[in-house]
């Protein structure tokens, strides 16, 4: 069964805190995005990596960075975690083009930051 | 940019059909995608729509007019499991991100 494993389900951090939140594919996707989701607002984009190394901003990059180093891994950084950061963060990915299955998700991440 | 709208919130009754509306305004289009997320869970991937017309499998639906920029989500003979939220979703031109909406919750009642 295809796969798109994220690390922790749930995570609590304090304020200023540097966090990694991992995600892992198994299904030589070429894509892989982070949105975060959170009442009202619904799925936005935070960063996707279109190949290794390479990464884009979405709509909501400020506070976040990423890596990229292998095709299958795409890690989420919070640099200095602050309380507007609570929220879920969904890791995706996809094949690049016109496929029709669009992405597969992860389960989530639940971070609460205090 | 892309704006994509879709009511906040439905109920229905169990063994019916409803209908979820989609519209959506983008700068280029490649795909329209539904989604189902239960409450905590990931979402899943339901149906896709490139070209105008009805796209049906099982009890599900999708409808797409790209000259309208509308699409529909038909859910028929309606169990208690389908209450969940159903997300909107439109990739652009790059072939690469989705653009969300911001999801309508389905309330299935007895």
């Known amino acids: 069964d295809v796969k798109v494993t994220q690390s922790s389900r749930y995570l609590v951090k304090r304020t200023g805190e540097k966090v990694f939140l991992e995600c892992v594919q198994d299904m030589d996707h070429e894509n892989m995005f982070w949105y975060r989701q959170d009442p009202g607002l619904g799925l936005r984009l935070i960063y996707f990596s279109y190949d290794v190394k390479m990464k884009e901003k979405g709509d909501i990059p400020e506070g976040y960075s990423v890596s990229r180093e292998k095709k299958e891994r795409f890690s989420l950084i919070l640099e200095s975690a602050s309380t507007n950061q609570t929220s879920m963060y969904l890791c995706?990915?996809?094949?690049?083009?016109?496929?029709?299955?669009?992405?597969?998700f992860g389960s989530g991440t639940r971070l609460t930051v205090v | 940019g892309q704006n994509i709208d879709q009511p906040t919130e439905m109920t229905a009754t169990e063994g019916a059909i409803v209908q979820i509306n989609c519209t959506y305004q983008t700068s280029g289009f490649n795909g329209l995608f539904w989604y189902q997320q239960h409450a905590g869970e990931a979402p899943t991937f339901l149906s896709y729509?490139?070209?105008?017309g009805l796209e049906e499998k099982g009890r599900f639906s999708s409808f797409l007019s790209r000259s309208k920029g509308y699409s529909y989500l038909l859910l028929k003979e309606l169990q208690m499991k389908d209450s969940a939220s159903y997300l909107c979703?439109?990739?652009?031109?790059?072939?690469?991100?989705?653009?969300f909406g911001k999801g309508t919750s389905l309330l299935v009642t007895p």
């Open positions: 979703a439109v990739r652009g031109n790059s072939g690469y991100a989705l653009n």
């Open positions: 995706a990915s996809s094949f690049t083009g016109t496929g029709r299955h669009g992405y597969t």
């Open positions: 729509n490139v070209l105008d």
